[in-house]
């Protein structure tokens, strides 16, 4: 009997872990709005990024406007390794972050821990 909860315990634990890394992964891309020519996209992070990915137009500026909701210290710090950028992240602040939208690609974002990541397109 205990083999058997045990058993059951840990394939719903290793369903949870394998939902939870790849089942709630649906691109939802976010192109920015445009303001005084500046692009900007508001991000808030809260157990990830949402959105955690962002359109952005090649040549022109743009801003992150990232929103931490989230008190793990997991999170409080946003990295862009392409960009050398290393932040940290204010709770319950908006703290922008300035793009390089200058070359076309694919700029991963993450956690300071390498956890959460998010995406870049610059297009
Ligand atoms: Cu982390």
New binding site residues.
Partial sequence: MTQLITLVLSILIVGFVIWWFFGHREEEAVQANVADGTQQVDIVVDGGYSPSTVVLKQGQPANLIFERKDP?N??E?VTFADFGINEFLPQKEKHAISIDTSKFGEYDF???????HGKVVVR
């Fill in positions: 793990s997991c999170l710090q993450a956690c300071g821990m390498n956890m959460f």
